[in-house]
C-alpha cells in the first residue's frame, strides 16, 4: 500500500511538474511573441474586399504588437488555397488569415476541400459588408425592375460575374435568380478585383458584390447601384433602396470578415492576436475608414464567429443542392 502512495504521488507530481513546465512555456511564448514579422494570409488577389481589409488593420495591429504584419496574397480555387496554406501552417501565431465566408461555408459544400471548418482556429470578426447589385453605367439598365424585365425578356443572355464557383457573388445571384424567376450566365474570375474590372469593362451585365469595392465607381458614375441586398439602406448609399424594398426580401447577402488561424496555437498568444485586432477595430479612426469605403466595423468571441460560420455552411449548403451549383 506504501508503495502504491509512493508511485500515485510519484506520478502526480511528475503530471503537475509537466503541466506547469507547458504552462511556463506557453507563458514564455507568449512572453516573447512576436519575435518576428507575422504573416496574414488573404485568399484573394491583391485589389479587392478582403485585400482593403486586410492592409488596414495589418498596418495598425503591426505598430501595437511591434512587428511588421505582412499580407500574404495566396489566391485561387474560391479561397480554398489561402485557407488551406493558414490550415497547415504552424500554430505558433506567426501565421493567421484574413477570410471571407466562401471558403469556410461555400467551397467545403462544393468540392472535397483539404481542410475542415475544424480545422481552423477562429479569433474574431472585423467587418460586415453588404453586398449591392450593380451594373456598367453602359448598360441602360436603371433599375432593378428593369434589370428583372430584361433578364425575363432575354433568359441566359444577360451575364454576371463572381470570383468563383460558390463564392459570395455566385451564392447572391444564385438567390437573386431564384427570388426573381430569372436565368443569368455565370462568368467567373480569379478574385473579386478581376470580377469586378471584368464588370467596368463591360465583359459582364450584372454583379452582386460586396459594397467596399465598388462604392468609389458608384459615387464616380462608372457603376450603377440598383440595390443593397440587407435588410436596411446603408449610410454610405441613402438613396439606393434594398432588395426588400423592391419586393425581393428573400435577397439578402452580407459578408462577414474574420481572422483565423492554425487550429492549436497557444492560448496567451491566441489572446495576443485577437486583443489586437479588436482594438484596432474599435479604433474610432478605423470605424470611420471602415464607414467610408463600404464597411462595418464587427467583432466578436472565437467561439460565437464559428458558431456563425457554421451556421453559414447549413445554409450555403442548402442554396447550392438547390440550384444544383458545382465547380464547372
Given at each position: ?7 500515485y ?9 509537466l ?5 511556463s ?14 504573416k ?23 505598430a501595437?504588437l ?10 485561387g ?21 484574413l477570410?471571407?465566408p ?16 475544424g ?11 453588404p453586398?449591392?447589385v ?6 441602360g ?10 433578364a ?9 460575374s ?28 480569379k478574385?473579386?478585383?478581376?470580377a469586378?474590372?471584368?464588370l467596368?469593362?463591360?465583359e459582364?451585365?450584372?454583379a ?17 447601384a440598383?440595390?443593397?441586398?440587407a ?23 452580407e ?5 483565423v ?6 492560448a496567451?498568444i ?16 478605423t ?42
Amino acid at each position: 500500500m506504501a508503495h502504491s502512495r509512493r508511485f500515485y504521488s510519484t506520478a502526480l507530481a511528475l503530471t503537475l511538474t509537466l503541466a506547469g513546465g507547458l504552462f511556463s512555456t506557453n507563458a514564455v511564448q507568449a512572453q516573447e511573441w512576436p519575435a518576428r514579422p507575422i504573416k496574414l494570409i488573404v485568399p484573394y488577389a491583391a485589389g479587392g474586399p478582403t485585400d482593403a481589409i486586410a492592409r488596414l488593420l495589418a498596418t495598425k495591429v503591426g505598430a501595437a504588437l511591434g512587428q511588421p504584419v505582412v499580407v500574404d496574397n495566396r489566391a485561387g480555387a474560391g479561397g480554398t488555397i489561402g485557407v488551406d496554406a493558414t490550415a497547415k501552417a504552424p500554430a505558433d501565431g506567426y501565421t493567421l488569415a484574413l477570410v471571407a465566408p466562401g471558403p469556410l461555408a461555400g467551397m467545403p459544400n462544393l468540392m472535397k476541400a483539404p481542410y475542415a471548418l475544424g480545422d481552423l482556429q477562429y479569433l474574431t470578426l472585423v467587418a460586415k459588408i453588404p453586398s449591392v447589385v450593380v451594373v456598367n453605367k453602359k448598360s441602360g439598365i436603371d433599375s432593378l425592375e428593369a434589370l428583372v424585365k430584361k433578364a425575363k425578356a432575354e433568359p441566359g443572355k444577360l451575364s454576371y460575374s463572381s470570383a468563383g464557383p460558390g463564392t459570395t457573388p455566385h451564392i447572391g445571384m444564385e438567390i437573386f435568380d431564384d427570388q426573381a424567376g430569372v436565368s443569368m450566365l455565370h462568368v467567373t474570375y480569379k478574385g473579386a478585383a478581376p470580377a469586378i474590372t471584368g464588370l467596368l469593362g463591360g465583359e459582364v451585365d450584372v454583379a452582386m458584390v460586396d459594397m467596399l469595392p465598388v462604392l468609389a465607381h458608384i459615387n464616380s458614375g462608372s457603376l450603377k447601384a440598383l440595390a443593397v441586398a440587407a435588410t436596411a439602406r446603408v449610410p454610405q448609399l441613402p438613396d439606393v433602396p434594398t432588395t426588400a424594398e423592391k419586393g425581393l426580401p428573400g435577397v439578402l447577402m452580407e459578408t462577414t470578415y474574420g481572422i483565423v488561424a492554425p487550429k492549436g496555437i497557444p492560448a496567451p498568444i491566441a489572446t495576443k492576436v485577437r486583443e489586437a485586432f479588436v482594438a484596432a477595430v474599435e479604433a474610432p479612426e478605423t470605424k470611420q475608414q471602415f464607414l467610408q469605403q463600404g464597411a462595418l466595423p464587427v467583432t466578436s468571441t472565437g467561439a460565437a464567429y464559428q458558431q456563425l460560420m457554421q451556421a453559414e455552411s447549413d445554409k450555403w449548403k442548402s442554396i447550392i443542392v438547390k440550384a444544383k451549383i458545382t465547380m464547372q
